[in-house]
């Protein structure tokens, strides 16, 4: 059976769903995501994803199209239309379809922005073969653009990176910069080190991710010692543990980095505890 998505107000079947070949989401890239996990039937963190949009929104000088309140209720109507148990849902806004391709920004009074969501489904979503086994990553040059803080559709070179990483044998590839780490293709990048939690300050060069804000917030008040502060891979490959976070993979340990086994190989204890709190506290908080 089609899924249920939702396109400019209307729920519709997933193929009677359409969108103008001059949206500007389609030609230019002009346009901001979101993506929220579904544990249970409830909504994990919609309120960070829901200021984080408006944040994007606001920086690319674009209207914010529904009230968080709209926005929860379109995000609760598709799990219900769905009978999403466990999964994500996906929203997207972009600048819409002025009529025809322009380098120049469309009137807003005469352009609609495009509005999308749709779901997706992943059954035992916290129950992670990833998880169990830690990933393996590599390492490649980080030649995005300087605003990664705002969450746009522009996704073409992690895409790639995810394909260098699986045509290496691993599973993503971390972004280096200047010799120091940035982030992984999707997803916040940690060491620890000496029992610290060490992850790059917040800046315009990272995304600001919500899972991330969660679990450092958690790390703290489990008393573990939390450090934001750049690392080069050198030192990635020299510590006890590594991880990622992100909204589809809470906390996902990673073992391997360019061929190099952290501690014995296996995941650790911090990045298995720390998920494991994660996905106790966020059914606790789930919508």
Known sequence: MARTVYLNGDYLPEDEARVSIFDRGFLMADGVYEVTSVLGGKLVDFPGHARRLTRSLEALDMAVPLTEAALLEIHRELVARNALDDGLIYLQVTR?????RDFIFPDPETTPLTVVLFTQAKPNLAESAEAERGLKVISIDDIRWGRRDIKTVQLLYP????????????DDAWMVEQGLVTEGTSNNAYIVK??????RALSNDILHGITRAAVLRFAE???MKVEERSFSIDEAQAAEEAFITSASSFVTPVVQIDGVALGAGAPGPVAKRLRQIYIEESRKAAL
């Open 159 to 170: 895409s790639m990176g995810k394909m260098m990483a699986k045509a290496a044998g691993a």
């Open 194 to 199: 000496d029992g610290r939690i060490i992850t």
């Open 96 to 100: 819409g379809a002025p009529g025809d």
């Open 221 to 223: 008040e489990a008393q």
